[in-house]
């Protein structure tokens, strides 16, 4: 079993950056693929980076695609979402999901989530 905790969240403007944090318990964390996902209010829950167990592979959503960066660091059972050049359409709840799937995309195939941590840009 994996539990997961979301970090970083905030407030910021139109341009900035944040960098969100998600620490898993478990000794089997580098085991999973690694996911960061997004909802925002009245939308459906959306892919936005996953990354391979190793972290050799990482995927990434169109729409942030050249903002944001996945990264990961076994030793510290952590993963970590730099995201740059926020926009307001970025508003949402970011989750942090582990699947045993490699390299998913898909929400249905993530059997682990995170609380989820709120991101706002603001115009």
């Known amino acids: 079993q994996v539990q997961l905790v979301e970090s970083g969240g905030g407030l910021v403007q139109t341009g900035g950056s944040l960098r969100l944090s998600c620490a898993a318990s478990?000794?089997?964390?580098?085991?999973?693929?690694m996911g960061w996902f997004r909802q925002a209010p009245g939308k459906e829950r959306e892919f936005v980076a996953a990354?391979?167990?190793?972290?050799?592979?990482?995927y990434y959503a169109d729409s942030v695609k050249g903002r944001f960066t996945i990264s990961r660091d076994n030793a510290k059972n952590s993963v970590y979402l730099q995201m740059n050049s926020l926009k307001p359409e970025d508003t949402a709840v970011y989750y942090c999901?582990?699947?045993?799937?490699?390299?998913?995309?898909?929400?249905?195939?993530?059997?682990?989530w995170g609380q989820g941590t709120q991101v706002t840009v603001s115009s």
């Open positions: 478990g000794r089997t964390f580098n085991r999973y693929s």
């Open positions: 990354i391979s167990w190793r972290g050799g592979r990482t």
């Open positions: 999901a582990a699947s045993d799937y490699s390299d998913s995309t898909k929400p249905n195939e993530y059997t682990y």
